[in-house]
């Protein structure tokens, strides 16, 4: 797929730049381009065969799903007093997704690329007990039991209007169809349903770092937008953005400081993640979360989390 206008608002890609794969440690680099208009970063070129860039190890299907605690429908009911009382008192932890929707556990919630299910498996410990996720790159179907499901599936194949949240969180950066999954979306919500989409954003760490900013992520990250961008893409799709959460941590510090000095997330002999705590010390990773902290407030942090409505 050669792009030579944006893929989000067709004006010209001015900028090239040149990023090289490091977090598998493969080294290969890949042009990408900036949008003239709305700032969004995109691969030029999807590779051919993209799949080998997300070996076994690689992330969402390897991490470990809890054991799921079946509740009587009265616990049912005081998990849920309990959540609307967390949102209020701001004790959110997890919660922190959902709390500016105020989503209740009553809610029919659908995890959108969501690996092998963790968090749909938390949430329902939580108390919400009408949750399921999909993943087409999914090796097989999870079922959990007690009604939470992993399905391998696309999106067209489900019916629509049927869900009251719809999350994809680091899902949206890796479609090459950013459009069609945003339609898509847009005809399985309810009418007063939300979308949740948690991304990469261009932002202070990409200012500092360049090419070497680690949520460049070349090339699985097709995609890597800004405000603006995301602003459009919504206005595209039939939906508005309710509100805007950045959520950034000091990972955009410590992986783009790793990548400077050569070394891939994951040591490409052992396939096992690389330690940071072997690169910085605690009070360079403490001085680093409290500059995200500062970053994220003042709208300038690596990462967003967009809560969309139907327009």
């Known amino acids: 797929m050669n792009i030579k206008n944006c893929g989000i608002c067709e004006h010209e890609l001015t900028a090239q730049i040149t990023i090289r794969e490091m977090q598998l440690g493969l080294r290969e680099d890949f042009s990408y381009g900036v949008c003239s208009n709305c700032g969004c970063i995109q691969i030029m070129e ?7 860039y997300y070996p076994d190890y690689y992330g969402p299907f390897n991490a470990k799903a809890p054991l799921l605690r079946k509740l ?15 949102y209020k008192q701001g004790d959110v932890t997890l919660l922190n997704y959902l709390k500016p929707i105020g989503t209740n556990t009553r809610a029919k919630i659908l995890d959108i690329g969501c690996g092998n299910g963790v968090l749909i498996c938390h949430l329902y410990n939580l108390g919400f007990y009408n949750v399921e996720g999909v993943d087409k790159f999914l090796p097989q179907e999870i079922d959990y039991g007690h009604g939470v499901k992993v399905m391998k599936k696309d999106l067209p194949e489900f019916k629509s209007k049927n869900y009251d949240v719809l999350m994809m969180h680091h899902v949206l950066e890796h479609i090459a169809e950013q459009a069609e999954i945003l339609n898509e979306c847009h005809r399985l919500l309810k ?22 900013w680690v949520q460049l992520d070349a090339p699985r990250h097709l995609f890597i937008h800004t405000l603006k961008s995301m602003t459009i893409l919504a206005q595209k799709t039939g939906f508005k953005i309710q509100e805007v959460i950045y959520d950034s941590g000091s990972f955009q510090f410590t992986g783009s400081e790793m990548y400077k000095k050569g070394i891939p997330l994951f040591d490409p002999v052992s396939q096992k993640p690389n330690d940071r705590e072997q690169y910085f010390s605690k009070k360079e990773i403490d001085d680093f979360e409290k500059l995200a902290v500062r970053l994220n407030e003042n709208g300038t942090g690596d990462q967003a989390i967009f809560y969309l409505s139907k327009a």
Request: proline share 7%; hydrophobic share 35%.
């Open 46 to 52: 999807v590779p051919s065969q993209l799949e080998k």
């Open 72 to 86: 009587p429908f009265f616990k049912r009911l005081v998990k849920g007093i309990r959540i609307k009382r967390k």
């Open 191 to 212: 009418d007063t349903g939300s979308l949740l989409v948690r991304v990469p954003v261009v932002g202070e760490a990409y200012k500092i770092y360049s090419e070497e």
